[in-house]
T-cell receptor, first 113, second 112 residues
Framework: DAGVTQSPTHLIKTRGQHVTLRCSPI?????VSWYQQVLGQGPQFIFQ???????GRGNFPDRFSARQFPNYSSELNVNALLLGDSALYLC????????????FGQGTRLTVV | AQSVTQLGSHVSVSEGALVLLRCNYS??????LFWYVQYPNQGLQLLLK????ATLVKGINGFEAEFKKSETSFHLTKPSAHMSDAAEYFC??????????WGAGTKLIIKP
């Protein structure tokens, strides 16, 4: 079975631009969460979606948004990129609500220049 | 607010020696606790988790952790370190909204 897949794996953007990151969960998983991991730190929770509804939002500005599609895949959008948005963005999927077993993708490394 | 503290950003042990990675949590309710491992340029892999029941939890790759409520700790151990264990390890707890709260991570270095 395929694991959680994220695309692209690496991305370089310029300050002020917009970026869309994509995540495909494990087949049968209905919950998707997004995390930001800045180099040298632990992940920080951004969003959680379950059955296409937002179930949780971390302490991130409104420049960050996300959605989940009918096939349970998800997109994370970031507008007006700042240098500080440079990080590894991780997507995790879970078969359950509540979210007790998280399976992570390999992440998207975003560099903002 | 719930928090997770990992003592030591770097831990160095010799191959074959005991591995001990420390994690303390703060929570007003019985927590769900997790240990994840992250290899360079990869995502996170679940090593083990504590939800309820037995306080000694066994995970993959020979790792285990013990939940000690009186000490608010969930330390990760492995009797004998292997070179392949070199990675970064993260402790996490789940808050009342079922969101993971993460420690800052401990980089495990294995000396030959």
């Amino acid at each position: 079975d395929a694991g959680v897949t994220q695309s692209p794996t690496h991305l370089i953007k310029t300050r002020g631009q917009h970026v869309t990151l994509r995540c495909s969960p494990i087949s049968g998983h209905k919950s998707v969460s997004w995390y930001q991991q800045v180099l040298g730190q632990g992940p920080q929770f951004i969003f959680q979606y379950y059955e296409k509804e937002e179930r949780g939002r971390g302490n991130f500005p409104d420049r960050f948004s996300a959605r989940q599609f009918p096939n349970y895949s998800s997109e994370l959008n970031v507008n007006a990129l700042l240098l500080g948005d440079s990080a590894l963005y991780l997507c995790a999927s879970s078969p359950l609500d509540p979210f007790l077993e998280a399976f992570f993708g390999q992440g998207t490394r975003l560099t903002v220049v | 607010a719930q928090s997770v503290t990992q003592l030591g950003s770097h831990v160095s042990v010799s191959e074959g020696a005991l591995v001990l990675l420390r994690c303390n949590y703060s929570s007003s309710v019985p927590p769900y606790l997790f240990w994840y491992v992250q290899y360079p340029n990869q995502g996170l892999q679940l090593l083990l988790k504590y939800t309820t029941g037995a306080t000694l939890v066994k995970g993959i790759n020979g790792f285990e952790a013990e939940f000690k409520k009186s000490e608010t700790s969930f330390h990760l151990t492995k009797p004998s370190a292997h070179m392949s264990d070199a990675a970064e390890y993260f402790c996490a707890s789940m808050d009342s909204n079922y969101q993971l709260i993460w420690g800052a991570g401990t980089k495990l270095i294995i000396k030959p």
